[in-house]
C-alpha cells in the first residue's frame, strides 16, 4: 500500500461512518473486516485503510454512488492475472482508502451466514447499518493477507483470546474454497516464525491435513518466503 495513504483514527473511522450513512438515500448494511473493525472494538489505535464487505451487488451500487458523491473515485480492479483473486473495488480521495468486496474476501472467504449471526451490530448512522465480524472471523480474514501489520494483528488477536473452535469449525465450513487454505497455512507459519508457537496444535495439525488434501492445487508461490517446508 502506498506509504502517503492517511491512517484512520477510531474517530476519522466513525465520521466516515457518518457520512455515508447521512448521505445515502436507500439502506446498506456493512461488515467491516480489518482494522477498522479492531479499532471501533479499542484494541488498535490507528489502521491504514478501511475494509468492509457488503453482501448484495444492490448494496454495492448504493454505497458506490453515496462514495462518488462524497468525493471518493471508484478504481474497478479484476487481477485476471491472479486466478486466486477475485475483483475488488478500491475507493480514493486524496490520502483516504477504501477497499470493498462483494459477500466473497478475494475468492478465498465466505461471509457465511454463521459469520453473519456472529457479527456485532455496531451501530446505525442514516441509512448505514455496521456490523463488526467477530475476533474469530477477523484472524481467519487478516490470515489471507501477507502484510506484516496483518501478522501483528493477528498476534493481538490471539493474546486477546480466541474461540479456536469456532475457527476450527468455519475452517471446516469453508474448506472446499481450495486455495485459501494454503494462504491461511502459511499466515499460521508467518506468525509462529515470529512470536513463537502461540497457534494451538490442533488448529494447526487441521490446516495442514487441508494443505496436503490439495497439494497439487497448491499456488507457486505458496509458502516461497517462509523457511518451512511441507512434505507433500
Same mark, same amino acid.
Given at each position: 500500500?502506498?506509504?502517503?495513504?492517511?491512517?484512520?483514527?477510531?474517530?476519522?473511522?466513525?465520521?466516515?461512518?457518518?457520512?455515508?450513512?447521512?448521505r445515502s438515500i436507500e439502506p446498506? $448494511?456493512?461488515?467491516? $473486516?480489518?482494522?477498522?473493525?479492531?479499532?471501533?472494538?479499542g484494541i488498535k489505535a490507528i489502521t491504514r485503510d478501511i475494509d468492509l464487505v $457488503? *453482501?448484495?451487488k444492490k448494496e454495492y451500487v448504493y454505497l458506490k454512488k453515496t462514495l462518488i458523491?462524497?468525493?471518493?473515485?471508484?478504481?474497478?480492479?479484476?487481477?485476471?492475472k491472479n486466478f486466486y483473486k477475485m475483483p475488488i473495488t478500491i475507493f480514493l480521495k486524496n490520502d483516504k482508502r477504501i477497499d470493498v468486496f462483494i459477500r466473497d474476501v478475494c475468492n478465498q472467504i465466505e461471509v457465511t451466514k454463521e459469520?453473519?449471526?456472529?457479527?456485532e451490530d455496531y451501530q446505525e448512522f442514516g441509512k448505514l447499518k455496521i456490523k463488526l465480524v467477530s475476533n474469530e472471523d477477523l484472524f481467519l480474514f487478516k490470515s489471507i493477507t501477507d502484510r506484516e501489520n496483518d501478522v501483528d494483528?493477528?498476534?493481538? *488477536?490471539?493474546?486477546?483470546g480466541l474461540n479456536w473452535e469456532i475457527i476450527k469449525k468455519e475452517l471446516h465450513e469453508q474448506e472446499g474454497k481450495a486455495l485459501w487454505r494454503f494462504w491461511v497455512y502459511e499466515q499460521?507459519?508467518? $506468525?509462529e516464525n515470529k512470536y513463537g508457537k502461540i497457534i494451538p496444535k490442533k488448529i494447526s495439525d487441521y490446516l495442514l491435513r487441508l494443505v496436503k488434501e490439495k497439494w497439487s492445487e497448491r499456488p507457486k508461490d505458496f509458502?516461497?518466503?517462509m523457511k518451512d517446508e511441507i512434505n507433500s
Open positions: 500500500m502506498d506509504n502517503n495513504m492517511k491512517e484512520f483514527s477510531q474517530q476519522d473511522i466513525i465520521q466516515l461512518l457518518e457520512e455515508i450513512g447521512t446498506i $448494511i456493512i461488515f467491516l $473486516i480489518g482494522g477498522c473493525n479492531m479499532s471501533l472494538k $457488503i *453482501l448484495t458523491t462524497l468525493g471518493y473515485t471508484c478504481h474497478e480492479e479484476n487481477f485476471s459469520m453473519q449471526m456472529r457479527a494483528d493477528c498476534r493481538i *488477536l490471539i493474546a486477546g499460521l507459519s508467518r $506468525i509458502m516461497k518466503e
